[in-house]
């Protein structure tokens, strides 16, 4: 079942802060975090393995709440840079190695 | 060091026409992934392998199939095209099982009319 992403949406100014949030209504192992920009492929940013754990990427960190089965996602004085779509991927426990991927989000900073 | 690739990048077909995608990876790894990418759909797997000769089906596989005759090869086939084909096909590979980075091809584009 695909992973639920929020917001849907972001406008950022540059220097400001976001969240993105990723929810499962599945116990999960693993969140994958990835960056896509217009017209290319998806890039990896992180993956978090652990309930509890927390990864840091420049100015990008992720945490991965495995009791809720959350995982959110910190982009802190946005650069523009960071424009793109990100998305989750989310591994469970059933269904083997299989990354389902969340709908994305879509972030927009502006100068 | 070329990662993943695909071929063609573009393609235009008729329904109910054949077709082939191509994707190679020169990284050894032993995992790949059909993806299909629609407008608010984000990445839906198509198909996936686990290694040379094995092929497995992800959450949208009907009107595609797959081979994996060599670990750094996997084809996507369509043996005929609908119009609701019409997406970006992305392929990816991986080292570790679920756990690992995956790494994405530049994308197919294909239109079917």
């Known amino acids: 079942q695909q992973p639920v992403q929020s917001p849907q949406a972001v406008i950022l100014r540059e220097g400001e802060d976001a969240v993105i949030n990723c929810s499962s209504s599945?116990?999960?192992?693993?969140v994958h975090w990835y960056r896509q920009k217009h017209g290319e492929a998806p890039v990896f940013l992180m993956i978090l393995l652990k309930g509890g754990e927390q990864k840091g990427h420049d100015k990008i960190s992720a945490s991965f709440n495995e009791k809720k089965q959350q995982s959110s996602l910190y982009l802190t004085a946005s650069q523009l840079s960071y424009s793109g779509t990100y998305f989750c991927g989310t591994g469970g426990y059933t269904g083997g190695f299989k990354t389902i991927f969340g709908a994305g989000t879509r972030l927009f900073v502006k100068a | 060091n070329a990662g993943v690739t695909q071929t063609p990048k573009f393609r235009v077909l008729k329904t109910g026409q054949s077709m082939t995608l191509l994707c190679a990876q020169d990284m050894n790894h032993e995992y790949m992934y059909w993806y299909r990418q629609d407008p608010g759909m984000g990445l839906r797997l198509i198909h996936y392998?686990?290694?040379?000769?094995?092929?497995a089906k992800g959450e949208v596989p009907d009107g595609y199939n797959v081979s994996r005759l060599k670990k750094q090869n996997f084809l996507l086939g369509l043996e005929s095209a609908a119009p609701s084909q019409t997406s970006v096909y992305f392929c990816?590979?991986?080292?570790?099982?679920?756990?690992?980075?995956?790494?994405f091809g530049p994308g197919t584009r294909l239109t079917v009319t």
């Open positions: 990816a590979s991986s080292y570790f099982r679920g756990r690992g980075e995956q790494y």
């Open positions: 392998s686990v290694g040379e000769g094995t092929t």
């Open positions: 599945k116990a999960l192992y693993s």
